[in-house]
């Protein structure tokens, strides 16, 4: 598998040439780097990317993982972070910064699927193999990988977006509640169900 996504250079040349912030982004919080971020925010990008560098990874996972490969993937992981970078200024704290970022994420991977399902609708309607333009390096495709993908090809879309939330991001029932504008009795319904239908496919299925 790639690397996980990595900053901008440029993001992380102005954090590391921040010698005027005197303080160590690592021994903060979460909350204490967006206050940090609110207040340097563009002349200096330390706390912003100290944010990014906690989540990097596993934000490349749930794109991947949401999406079926790592090129889009990675183009995704991109523009959630330059939409944190110039929405983190008004993000006002009423969710954790995590549930934020998650939530960009989610709607930056549906757009991504929607774009991308349009694209094979057109090639199909044109009678082309979308597979004849990818190259040799295309990412292998979910039903390629095992572990969670190899469970997630099994479950319909909305049911794919909550495992991937619970299992990859680790986030509470409330907050996959709060990104996908669910009812938090109902989320914990469609994760039970999905994890049942699972179950009938696959042994040893424990929840995190």
């Known amino acids: 598998m790639a690397a996980a996504t990595q900053l901008p250079a440029f993001l992380v040349l102005n954090a590391d040439q921040s010698i005027a912030s005197r303080y160590d982004p690592k021994e903060l919080s979460d909350e204490e780097l967006v206050e940090r971020a609110h207040a340097e925010l563009f002349?200096?990008?330390?706390?912003?990317?100290?944010l990014m560098q906690r989540y990097q990874r596993t934000l490349f996972n749930v794109c991947a993982r949401y999406l079926g490969n790592e090129r889009d993937a990675d183009d995704v992981c991109q523009e959630v972070m330059l939409k944190v970078l110039y929405g983190l200024r008004n993000f006002e704290g009423k969710s954790k910064f995590k549930t934020w970022l998650y939530s960009i994420t989610y709607n930056e991977c549906i757009t991504q699927y929607r774009k991308e399902r349009r694209k094979r609708r057109l090639m199909d309607a044109l009678s082309l193999d979308p597979l004849e333009e990818a190259s040799e390096e295309k990412a292998p495709k979910l039903e390629e990988r095992g572990g969670l993908d190899r469970w997630l090809v099994?479950?319909?879309?909305i049911d794919r977006e909550i495992l991937v939330l619970r299992f990859v991001a680790e986030l509470e029932f409330q907050e996959i509640a709060d990104i996908m504008?669910?009812?938090?009795?109902?989320?914990?319904m469609r994760y039970k169900r999905a994890l049942d239908r699972l179950r009938e496919k696959f042994s040893g299925l424990a929840e995190p």
């Open 154 to 157: 099994h479950v319909n879309s």
């Open 181 to 188: 504008h669910m009812g938090l009795s109902a989320t914990k």
């Open 43 to 50: 002349h200096i990008t330390r706390a912003y990317a100290e």
